[in-house]
Protein backbone atom coordinates (compact mmCIF):
# COMPACT_ATOMS: atom_id res chain seq x y z
CA UNK A 1 0.00 0.00 0.00
CA UNK A 2 1.35 3.38 -0.79
CA UNK A 3 1.70 4.99 2.00
CA UNK A 4 -0.21 8.58 1.79
CA UNK A 5 1.85 11.39 2.45
CA UNK A 6 0.79 13.01 5.79
CA UNK A 7 0.45 9.72 7.08
CA UNK A 8 4.08 9.13 6.27
CA UNK A 9 5.42 11.81 7.96
CA UNK A 10 3.53 11.40 11.09
CA UNK A 11 5.07 7.85 11.10
CA UNK A 12 8.42 9.33 11.41
CA UNK A 13 6.78 11.32 14.27
CA UNK A 14 6.11 7.85 15.95
CA UNK A 15 9.22 6.06 15.28
CA UNK A 16 10.87 9.12 16.97
CA UNK A 17 8.94 8.43 19.76
CA UNK A 18 8.32 4.79 20.25
CA UNK A 19 10.78 4.31 23.51
CA UNK A 20 8.04 6.34 25.32
CA UNK A 21 4.27 5.47 23.19
CA UNK A 22 3.09 4.53 26.30
CA UNK A 23 3.28 7.59 28.16
CA UNK A 24 3.13 10.22 25.83
CA UNK A 25 -0.67 10.87 23.67
CA UNK A 26 -1.32 12.48 20.79
CA UNK A 27 -3.74 15.20 21.02
CA UNK A 28 -5.26 18.01 18.96
CA UNK A 29 -6.21 17.55 15.11
CA UNK A 30 -4.39 14.40 14.67
CA UNK A 31 -6.26 12.92 18.10
CA UNK A 32 -9.14 13.60 16.00
CA UNK A 33 -8.09 12.49 12.47
CA UNK A 34 -7.15 9.17 14.23
CA UNK A 35 -10.41 8.78 15.64
CA UNK A 36 -11.53 7.64 12.39
CA UNK A 37 -9.42 4.66 12.84
CA UNK A 38 -10.92 3.73 16.04
CA UNK A 39 -13.14 0.26 16.17
CA UNK A 40 -15.92 2.58 17.87
CA UNK A 41 -15.84 5.40 15.19
CA UNK A 42 -18.77 5.47 12.24
CA UNK A 43 -17.79 5.40 8.69
CA UNK A 44 -17.60 9.34 7.73
CA UNK A 45 -18.71 10.16 4.16
CA UNK A 46 -16.61 13.01 4.38
CA UNK A 47 -12.75 13.78 4.99
CA UNK A 48 -11.67 14.62 8.50
CA UNK A 49 -10.00 18.41 8.73
CA UNK A 50 -6.29 18.56 7.35
CA UNK A 51 -4.00 20.19 10.00
CA UNK A 52 0.19 20.59 9.31
CA UNK A 53 1.24 20.16 13.13
CA UNK A 54 0.99 17.07 15.50
CA UNK A 55 0.09 17.92 19.29
CA UNK A 56 1.94 15.66 21.44
CA UNK A 57 0.93 15.73 25.34
CA UNK A 58 4.05 14.80 27.78
CA UNK A 59 3.82 14.07 31.11
CA UNK A 60 5.13 16.23 33.32
CA UNK A 61 6.98 13.19 35.11
CA UNK A 62 7.75 11.49 31.59
CA UNK A 63 11.03 8.94 32.74
CA UNK A 64 13.59 10.38 29.93
CA UNK A 65 17.39 11.05 29.92
CA UNK A 66 19.34 14.18 28.58
CA UNK A 67 18.78 14.93 25.26
CA UNK A 68 17.38 11.20 24.41
CA UNK A 69 13.74 12.90 22.68
CA UNK A 70 15.44 15.68 20.59
CA UNK A 71 18.30 13.20 18.63
CA UNK A 72 15.28 10.64 18.02
CA UNK A 73 13.37 13.55 16.32
CA UNK A 74 17.05 14.72 14.99
CA UNK A 75 17.39 11.79 13.23
CA UNK A 76 14.17 11.45 12.07
CA UNK A 77 14.60 14.64 9.84
CA UNK A 78 12.93 17.20 11.96
CA UNK A 79 14.79 20.59 13.34
CA UNK A 80 13.65 22.70 15.93
CA UNK A 81 12.44 25.88 14.97
CA UNK A 82 12.32 28.72 17.76
CA UNK A 83 9.59 30.79 18.69
CA UNK A 84 9.39 33.58 21.47
CA UNK A 85 11.56 34.74 24.12
CA UNK A 86 10.42 32.35 26.68
CA UNK A 87 13.51 30.22 28.46
CA UNK A 88 13.69 27.97 27.11
CA UNK A 89 11.97 28.60 23.62
CA UNK A 90 8.78 27.51 22.34
CA UNK A 91 9.97 25.43 19.43
CA UNK A 92 8.08 23.55 16.45
CA UNK A 93 10.29 20.37 15.38
CA UNK A 94 9.57 20.82 11.34
CA UNK A 95 10.45 18.14 9.01
CA UNK A 96 13.16 19.37 6.87
CA UNK A 97 12.12 17.58 3.52
CA UNK A 98 11.53 20.02 0.30
CA UNK A 99 7.94 19.79 -0.38
CA UNK A 100 6.69 18.87 3.12
CA UNK A 101 4.85 20.54 5.81
CA UNK A 102 4.30 19.08 8.58
CA UNK A 103 5.81 19.64 12.57
CA UNK A 104 5.50 18.04 15.89
CA UNK A 105 4.69 20.66 18.89
CA UNK A 106 4.62 19.16 22.27
CA UNK A 107 2.74 20.50 25.28
CA UNK A 108 3.20 19.37 29.20
CA UNK A 109 0.18 20.55 32.06
CA UNK A 110 0.51 23.88 33.52
CA UNK A 111 -0.25 23.31 37.24
CA UNK A 112 -0.09 26.02 40.00
CA UNK A 113 0.47 29.37 39.11
CA UNK A 114 1.61 30.48 35.61
CA UNK A 115 4.40 32.71 37.55
CA UNK A 116 7.64 31.18 38.19
CA UNK A 117 9.16 32.38 41.79
CA UNK A 118 11.65 34.63 40.11
CA UNK A 119 9.52 36.17 37.91
CA UNK A 120 8.04 35.75 34.58
CA UNK A 121 5.75 33.19 33.18
CA UNK A 122 6.27 29.29 33.49
CA UNK A 123 5.39 29.02 29.68
CA UNK A 124 8.01 26.28 28.36
CA UNK A 125 10.30 23.47 30.31
CA UNK A 126 12.98 20.99 28.93
CA UNK A 127 12.56 17.69 28.34
CA UNK A 128 14.70 14.95 27.01
CA UNK A 129 16.21 17.59 24.63
CA UNK A 130 12.88 19.71 23.35
CA UNK A 131 11.16 22.49 24.39
CA UNK A 132 7.66 21.59 25.99
CA UNK A 133 5.06 24.52 26.55
CA UNK A 134 3.24 24.60 29.53
CA UNK A 135 -0.38 24.96 29.21
CA UNK A 136 -3.69 25.29 31.41
CA UNK A 137 -6.33 21.71 30.55
CA UNK A 138 -3.13 19.10 28.84
CA UNK A 139 -4.22 17.39 32.26
CA UNK A 140 -7.30 16.86 31.13
CA UNK A 141 -6.33 15.04 27.32
CA UNK A 142 -3.92 13.16 29.23
CA UNK A 143 -6.66 11.51 31.25
CA UNK A 144 -7.86 7.52 30.91
CA UNK A 145 -6.17 7.87 27.00
CA UNK A 146 -7.22 5.57 24.13
CA UNK A 147 -5.07 3.00 22.41
CA UNK A 148 -4.96 2.72 18.69
CA UNK A 149 -2.26 0.82 16.40
CA UNK A 150 -0.68 1.97 13.56
CA UNK A 151 0.15 -0.51 11.14
CA UNK A 152 2.01 -0.23 7.29
CA UNK A 153 -0.93 -2.51 6.59
CA UNK A 154 -2.64 0.93 7.51
CA UNK A 155 -0.96 3.09 5.34
CA UNK A 156 1.49 3.98 8.23
CA UNK A 157 5.03 2.72 6.90
CA UNK A 158 6.29 2.26 10.31
CA UNK A 159 9.47 -0.37 11.33
CA UNK A 160 7.02 -2.03 13.24
CA UNK A 161 3.75 -1.78 14.31
CA UNK A 162 3.09 0.70 17.11
CA UNK A 163 0.30 1.15 19.91
CA UNK A 164 0.10 4.57 20.16
CA UNK A 165 -2.09 6.80 22.77
CA UNK A 166 -4.77 9.57 21.85
CA UNK A 167 -6.93 11.60 23.77
CA UNK A 168 -10.25 9.88 24.02
CA UNK A 169 -13.03 11.96 22.39
CA UNK A 170 -14.47 12.83 25.89
CA UNK A 171 -11.48 14.56 26.98
CA UNK A 172 -11.11 15.95 23.30
CA UNK A 173 -14.59 17.61 23.63
CA UNK A 174 -14.27 18.76 27.08
CA UNK A 175 -10.69 21.17 26.80
CA UNK A 176 -12.30 22.20 23.46
CA UNK A 177 -14.96 23.49 25.30
CA UNK A 178 -12.57 25.00 28.62
CA UNK A 179 -10.46 26.94 26.02
CA UNK A 180 -13.05 28.46 23.89
CA UNK A 181 -12.86 31.63 25.51
CA UNK A 182 -9.16 31.88 24.74
CA UNK A 183 -9.28 31.32 21.57
CA UNK A 184 -8.74 33.59 18.82
CA UNK A 185 -11.87 33.74 16.32
CA UNK A 186 -10.16 31.54 13.37
CA UNK A 187 -8.99 29.02 15.76
CA UNK A 188 -12.75 29.03 18.05
CA UNK A 189 -14.20 28.18 14.34
CA UNK A 190 -12.15 25.21 13.76
CA UNK A 191 -12.37 23.91 16.95
CA UNK A 192 -16.31 24.08 17.04
CA UNK A 193 -16.15 21.63 13.43
CA UNK A 194 -13.65 19.63 15.66
CA UNK A 195 -16.58 19.10 18.48
CA UNK A 196 -19.48 18.51 15.35
CA UNK A 197 -17.44 15.67 13.67
CA UNK A 198 -16.42 14.37 17.03
CA UNK A 199 -19.94 14.02 18.03
CA UNK A 200 -20.79 12.60 14.60
CA UNK A 201 -17.93 10.22 14.49
CA UNK A 202 -19.27 8.88 17.92
CA UNK A 203 -23.10 9.56 17.42
CA UNK A 204 -23.96 5.83 18.39
CA UNK A 205 -21.18 6.08 21.10
CA UNK A 206 -22.92 8.54 22.94
CA UNK A 207 -23.56 6.44 26.08
CA UNK A 208 -20.58 4.92 25.88
CA UNK A 209 -18.42 8.54 25.88
CA UNK A 210 -21.47 9.76 28.97
CA UNK A 211 -19.72 7.24 31.20
CA UNK A 212 -16.63 8.01 30.11
CA UNK A 213 -16.96 11.63 31.85
CA UNK A 214 -18.49 10.51 34.50
CA UNK A 215 -16.18 7.53 35.54
CA UNK A 216 -12.95 9.03 34.34
CA UNK A 217 -12.36 12.62 33.14
CA UNK A 218 -15.07 14.53 35.23
CA UNK A 219 -12.62 13.61 38.25
CA UNK A 220 -9.40 15.03 36.85
CA UNK A 221 -11.54 18.75 36.90
CA UNK A 222 -11.97 21.56 39.11
CA UNK A 223 -15.75 22.34 39.88
CA UNK A 224 -15.84 25.58 38.16
CA UNK A 225 -14.28 23.46 35.41
CA UNK A 226 -16.79 20.51 35.41
CA UNK A 227 -19.49 23.86 35.17
CA UNK A 228 -18.10 25.20 32.45
CA UNK A 229 -18.08 21.86 30.64
CA UNK A 230 -21.69 20.30 31.82
CA UNK A 231 -23.23 24.02 30.72
CA UNK A 232 -21.26 24.34 27.25
CA UNK A 233 -24.45 22.99 25.24
CA UNK A 234 -26.55 25.80 26.48
CA UNK A 235 -23.64 28.67 26.77
CA UNK A 236 -21.60 27.93 23.71
CA UNK A 237 -24.39 26.22 21.43
CA UNK A 238 -28.30 27.53 22.52
CA UNK A 239 -27.65 29.81 19.92
CA UNK A 240 -26.52 30.18 16.61
CA UNK A 241 -23.17 32.75 16.78
CA UNK A 242 -21.01 34.11 14.87
CA UNK A 243 -18.31 31.74 15.70
CA UNK A 244 -20.73 28.85 14.44
CA UNK A 245 -21.26 30.27 11.12
CA UNK A 246 -17.59 30.70 10.63
CA UNK A 247 -17.30 27.17 11.11
CA UNK A 248 -19.66 26.20 8.90
CA UNK A 249 -17.77 28.29 5.92
CA UNK A 250 -14.80 26.55 6.45
CA UNK A 251 -16.65 23.26 4.91
CA UNK A 252 -18.84 24.85 2.39
CA UNK A 253 -18.68 21.79 0.54
CA UNK A 254 -20.79 19.40 2.88
CA UNK A 255 -23.52 21.67 2.61
CA UNK A 256 -22.98 22.48 6.70
CA UNK A 257 -25.53 25.11 7.70
CA UNK A 258 -25.02 26.82 11.17
CA UNK A 259 -28.33 25.30 12.23
CA UNK A 260 -27.27 21.92 11.87
CA UNK A 261 -23.85 22.36 13.60
CA UNK A 262 -25.44 23.93 16.22
CA UNK A 263 -28.28 21.33 16.81
CA UNK A 264 -25.76 18.82 16.65
CA UNK A 265 -23.75 19.99 18.91
CA UNK A 266 -26.32 20.72 21.71
CA UNK A 267 -27.49 17.47 21.70
CA UNK A 268 -24.66 15.46 21.97
CA UNK A 269 -23.20 17.46 24.23
CA UNK A 270 -26.24 17.66 26.37
CA UNK A 271 -26.38 13.82 26.29
CA UNK A 272 -22.30 13.10 27.35
CA UNK A 273 -22.29 16.37 29.85
CA UNK A 274 -25.52 16.53 31.27
CA UNK A 275 -25.21 16.80 35.45
CA UNK A 276 -25.13 13.03 36.51
CA UNK A 277 -25.99 12.11 39.81
CA UNK A 278 -22.36 12.27 40.67
CA UNK A 279 -20.86 15.65 41.46
CA UNK A 280 -17.28 16.84 41.62
CA UNK A 281 -16.07 17.34 45.51
CA UNK A 282 -13.43 19.24 44.42
Known sequence: MNANPEYASFARLVESLRPW?????????????????????ER????????????????????????????????????????????????????????????AEFLTPLTGSAIARRGGQKATQRLGGISSQNLRYIEVLLADPWSLTLTANGGFPLVDDAPVQIANPVSFLAQKILIHGRRNREDRAKDILYMHDTIETFA?????????????????????????????????????????????????????????IRE??????????????QRNSS
Open 44 to 103: QQYEPLATLDADVALPRRLRVTRNEIYQRLRANGFEPEFLGHHRPPAAHYRLTDPGIQFY
Open 264 to 277: TCNFGLTRIFGPGE
Open 21 to 41: LDHVVIIGGWAHRLYRLHPLA
Open 204 to 260: ERIADLQRGWVGNVRRELHANSVRTVEGAAASVFGVVTDSIRAASRIVQSRNLTPEA
